[in-house]
């Protein structure tokens, strides 16, 4: 597994780690709860076919501080979009997944042109009184692998400190990316995005981990259903929140058979 | 050395197996827990104790904010200090207090503050807490990643709304308001009430009670021991700051149970320590850390270990450690002084001169104590304790005491006898 190339871009003032990878036609990617502190198999199979460009959220590992200066959803949203942009992401595919899947479909539905063709994968944004989604902020520490990945190990391996990582900062980061999510869509995750779903015209997949314990798969026929282009649900089995850790293969070739 | 008579208005009838059965105190605690016709008796008891604080020449009652906690039955303590305000007639009124962040508009707390100074003749200490992670992101959902924030801000905003003489527009980031003006205005005008800050262990907290000149308050549960390098690390900070060592600067909480003989004060005070440490702290650990609620310096410093023992203990994290719930380890801990008259009167001298506190908030209620104990134990203190500590600091002022009207420009507030009513 070879490196990633690593750029930076500025929004706001603060550095957003890019990461580019791959050839082929541009696919963007936001990730997801806990964002990437690190490259992921994943990411590599998406770079099989595509060129691969992750930009780091504001305040998840990559996104420095940037989450700081933003205090309205507005703000989070121009702040995307303005990270689109310098990634050099505007008109290309996105993908974006649990959080970073929820700023997918608002790019979609509010810069129609920034998207292309749209996936997602059990993106926050909206809450149902009658199938509540969990709380992902109020978790014992040791809950938490079980609660994002069907199999554990896989969240565990995502936030492990690697080798000379800074024993102090990282777990900081670890924190500021639960923090960042939770800037954005404290306390349900519901930023009323259902209003602005039927908006996104971009034909749309959405995917849902079958074993997803943070946001229940019934929310992906919600998505489906408002999505005003044509959009299609599919479950990935064996999979939980984030299906990328659990699944990469199938979590990718669903994704490239969507984007064609 | 001033020593305040605080109450938490515990409910007193958790059932035994509370621990078992519950999962937290605290945010999700169950409502059929609760029945209205008790605690109907709970607030007036624990009122009548708090006045009972007051005729025994207590310097303040204080009285606190939390929301869903089976251990805080005040979600507004302004409803209690309002009360008191009429039933009290020279004791400072403390209120510890109200966190900022969770008033919409903020001018709200200006406004309340206002009329509790206002009634009371100017005996209001107004506190300004940023509040728990459980009371405020949990039970009143407030986004911990904005709280400071929105904390800060809306602690300007009463401020000025104390303070300018003219309708001022405030374009905050927070918060908008064309016209703020509030009526009544505080009677502490010069420049305002004394502001105190219940704060946990971070420097950030004490460098800006240093700068705003404000009290700071370490109000935890685990006594002095725990308390003892938290509160170094604050009079290390001032020294650094170049502040006196004035202990008015600070405040600080202590439980007490005072009896006639040491042993008399265990068979009294071990119940409700118990209680109190057993049952009202069994808060589920997942409400104790929401992400952004702990600053990033604050974290830092704790993994660095930079900062003394205590500053961990200020981080709910690490509170967990302090788990002891039997008596003999709550005493020896240090969270509860207890002995008799002699022997309290000689740890509280060393509390205040170890931890250089001048404000000393006493609870001499906690848990499930009766009002019959709470009285014993209330009395006893200020008759046997009390005129044996007050000398302490004497030749520091208090800039931060409340300043109310001359006692004979105040409002004569008749008496209350229900008794009289009856008899009609």
Known sequence: ?260 | MKLMWFHLMPYTELPDDFNKKHPSVWVDIHSSLFDPRRAHHMYNDFMDELEYAAECDFDAVCVNEHHSNGYGLMPSPNLIASSLARRTTDTALCVMGNSLALYNPPTRVAEEFAMIDCISGGRLIAGFPVGSPMDTCYAYGQNPSLLRERYYEAHDLVKRAWTEKDTFAFSGRFNQQRYVNIWPRPIQSDPHPPIWIPGGGSIETWRWCAEMDYVYCYLSYYGYKAGLATMQGFWKEMEKLGKDRNPYRAGFLQFVGVAESRQQALDLYTEPAEYFYGRCLHVDARFALPPGYTTEATQRAGIEGMMTKAANVANPATKAALKATNMKDIVDGGYVLIGSPDEVIEQIRHVGTSLNVGHLMLLLQYGNMSKDTTKYNTRLFAEKVMPHVKDLFSDWEDKWWPKPMAKGQRAAVPAFRPQTVAAE
């Not at chain 1, 994002?148 to 990316?177: F, H, Q, T, Y």
């Not at chain 1, 869509?185 to 074993?211: C, D, H, M, Q, S």
């Open chain 1, 1 to 260: 597994m070879s490196e990633p190339a690593t750029t930076t871009v500025e929004v706001n003032g603060f550095p957003c780690r890019v990461w580019t990878k791959g050839s082929g036609p541009k696919l963007g990617v936001l990730a997801g709860f806990g964002g990437l502190p690190r490259w992921i198999p994943f990411l590599d199979e998406l770079a099989k076919a595509r060129t691969v460009i992750v930009p780091s959220l504001p305040g998840y590992p990559g996104g420095a501080l940037g989450h700081t200066a933003l205090d309205t959803h507005l703000d989070w949203l121009l702040a995307v979009r303005q990270l689109l942009d310098r990634a050099g992401l505007a008109g290309s595919d996105l993908l974006g997944a649990s959080v970073g899947g929820s700023f997918a479909a608002e790019m979609a539905a509010v810069f129609p042109g920034t998207v292309r063709k749209l996936a997602l994968i059990a993106p926050f944004g909206l809450f149902d009184e009658a199938d509540p989604a969990a709380d992902p902020w109020a978790q014992r520490r040791d809950n938490v692998p079980a609660l994002m990945c069907a199999d554990p190990k896989k969240w565990e391996a995502l936030v492990a400190p690697p080798e000379g990582a800074n024993s102090i900062e990282w777990p900081i980061e670890m924190v500021r990316a639960a923090e960042a999510a939770a800037r954005a869509f404290w306390p349900l995750g519901n930023t009323r995005l259902e209003k602005r779903l039927p908006l996104i015209e971009a034909a749309t997949l959405v995917l849902w981990g079958e074993a997803d314990r943070v946001l229940p798969p019934s929310y992906a026929k919600k998505f489906a259903t408002a999505i005003n282009g044509a959009a299609r649900t599919q479950t990935i089995p064996n999979a939980g929140h984030l299906a990328y850790l659990d699944q990469p293969e199938a979590v990718a070739k669903a994704v490239l058979d969507h984007l064609g």
